[in-house]
């Protein structure tokens, strides 16, 4: 059978999650496969975040901090966060940027397991993670070991203070299995650290099931957060009288409004947190994740296979002759919401896809990736893409110096 | 001589500031003296967010890392508060929170000091300057000596790695002196720290000329950059090429889209950045610098002091009975914006003033701290203020179960 559009139109029709799209500002004519990399806006965001501005910094001032609920916005979006991960209430928080929570999870994770000193990661995880995991290893005289993908679990043995894992890969889309590595980990008398920056508003996570110790996430992606929104912290209850970190900030301590000279860090969830967080940003996060008020994440995860299989489909039917290889694994069960291609030419094949109004992105050195926001994407939209693709390749669209040309950012 | 409300008015029609009030969206009827805490909304910026989200992320989604320029936002309003704090341009860059920035800095100060284990500062800094530099020293073998502020000077010895220090204290608004301490700690071979969120905005500083080899500091108050905006590094050129700190994110990196395995820090104030920064807070910041433009700082540190003056003038003529004591210095020279007054009840009497329109702050145990953000308080705010109050305390209006109970932030 040949898919057509008229295949993927049935397949919009059939879509419990067709009408949530409404709930985003989607720009007429573009089909933006990069929710993976910044979500697209949701409608409730401009009006929440002109509340924020006029009424509650504007008119309430330093007041909206209690009155306007502020103070407390941390806990309560990363209870909304929460429920999105399968983490209890009161498990996760709102807090910085996924780098600087990396650091805290890692460092309090090394000093939970002061007998041990090395890092367990995985070469070509997103390169923040192992920066940072880098930079912590440095300042605790430990060691980071990067290891193979597929030689981790083996490679877990009773050296190992903590495994660092991003659950799905930024280049390939491929998802590690949590509960096995995690529960490999707990064997060796590890602790675990999973990013789900890749994996949650995507997956039907269940992080609190899998007994990880810590998650950290960023908020701009599947969470349809805006542009660096705030990122989080997950912590599982059996660490929250015990973990500790360096970043002792004045709103991690117990009862910050005491001004007291001696730091107490408030147990739990809340010791996470360091300095004051950017409420402007945070406030839309809310706003935005207010766009899965009501989804089932089974029925997201099953979307985003669906979407991912389809393209996939759509690659092999159209797109054999113009030397792409499948870069993600082929097996929806362990893939992501994404698909990557790999290609000598990708960069320059990426901007002229963008200059025809379909967006992805490229990854260094050769990846042309496309996500498939289930949210926000629709079967025919993934359609378009590989129809769009298809011309740029047989009319050598891509190859213009305008598209060879490398920007700042891609 | 008397000073009535005809002679505060007569001061605003003579103050060369006053039309810059109308850039800002103050509260009809609102006495606001908190902008040391929440600086009061720019006009500019309501218009400003709403095109970030609503063009920028909703329709230019991804491609607005570059095309409106938010990849070099940290840079570019980080050089908007250089000139505010008279740093040379890409020495200041925006990131992350002060407390955050307070431990990159610390971090990298006592690698750069290797065979020094101090970090010196005052009792009574702002808590989590306290907390931060004991985070650092806990885990860097290092420790934190705190001296009572008139000993500062003579407490740097050749075993301080670094001083840290705010430059204004957050309770009773003393400046210190940072060419004198500056000079001092260099003599002994120490680096220093200033925390300049209490003077940014409201002092004509210039810490390229006074040698300072690092500054960090808030944007949400004399700044007016909204509630929890991002905040500031500077960086004195001499320790561009060597300054390293451990929070290694991929933004920190030379090149971040070349996906490297290896960690290669950026040159010069680039350097200081670790994870994606919050850019809906970050735009918000930047609007909000433009009610600088065209202001001479100089004006700007006359008229604090000339306000806080006044207030304390007022103070002795009409509060003489109701066992106030002056927290603050007397002489405006080594004063912020700000004049704090002691008192057993000045919880209570700071709610009871919110309660009649006049908004100032209670900071633990007794100080009713009262701020005169220059660009938006006029001479006729502070005497109405000190009026207030003065029926406040002759009514014991104070004296009520609702304003005694405390709220979670005040």
């Given at each position: 059978m040949t898919i057509d559009r008229k295949h993927c139109e049935a397949l919009d029709a059939h879509d419990p999650l067709a009408s949530i799209r409404e709930r985003f500002a989607i720009p007429d004519g573009l089909t933006y496969l990069d929710g993976n990399s910044l979500g697209c806006l949701p409608r409730s965001v401009s009006g929440r975040l002109a509340k924020a501005v006029e009424q509650e910094w504007g008119q309430g001032l330093i007041r909206s901090w209690n009155d306007a609920g502020w103070y407390r916005a941390p806990q309560r979006v990363g209870n909304m966060i929460g429920r999105l991960i399968g983490a209890a209430p009161d498990t996760v928080i709102v807090a910085d940027s996924t780098s600087v929570n990396l650091f805290k999870v890692l460092s309090g994770a090394l000093a939970l397991r002061p007998d041990r000193k090395v890092i367990l990661g995985v070469s070509g995880d997103f390169p923040t993670n192992t920066y940072i995991a880098g930079g912590v290893a440095r300042s605790r005289n430990a060691v980071l070991k990067s290891v193979d993908a597929d030689a981790l679990v083996d490679a877990i043995d009773d050296h190992v203070a903590v495994v660092s894992l991003?659950?799905?890969?930024?280049?390939?889309g491929r998802v590690f299995d949590m509960n096995l590595i995690t529960k490999r980990a707990h064997e060796k008398g590890a602790l675990i650290v999973w990013d789900l920056s890749h994996s949650a508003g995507v997956l039907d996570l269940q992080i609190g099931d899998s007994g990880a110790d810590f998650a950290v996430g960023c908020g701009y992606k599947y969470l349809n957060g805006g542009p660096g929104a705030p990122a989080y912290v997950y912590l599982h209850p059996r660490h929250h009288a015990t973990f500790r970190h360096p970043l002792n900030g004045w709103l991690g301590h117990q009862d910050p409004f005491a001004f007291a000279e001696d730091f107490r860090p408030a147990m739990g969830i809340d010791g996470v947190l360091a300095g004051t967080p950017p409420i402007l940003s945070l406030v839309a996060l809310e706003a935005a994740l207010g766009t899965f008020d009501g989804v089932d994440m089974r029925l997201v995860r099953a979307k985003a296979q669906a979407l991912t299989d389809l393209f996939i489909a759509l690659v092999d039917q159209d797109l054999g002759a113009f030397g792409f290889s499948l870069a993600s694994p082929r097996d929806s069960a362990v893939r992501g919401a994404q698909v990557s291609l790999a290609h000598p030419e990708s960069y320059a094949i990426c901007q002229a896809l963008i200059g025809q109004g379909v967006v992805g992105d490229f990854r260094a050195p050769d990846i042309l990736r496309l996500g498939f926001s289930p949210l926000t994407t629709r079967f025919v939209d993934v359609f378009r893409a590989a129809e769009v693709l298809r011309q740029v390749m047989a009319g050598r669209l891509w190859d213009t110096p305008t598209f060879r040309q490398r920007k700042a950012v891609t």
């Open positions: 991003t659950q799905v890969s930024y280049r390939s």
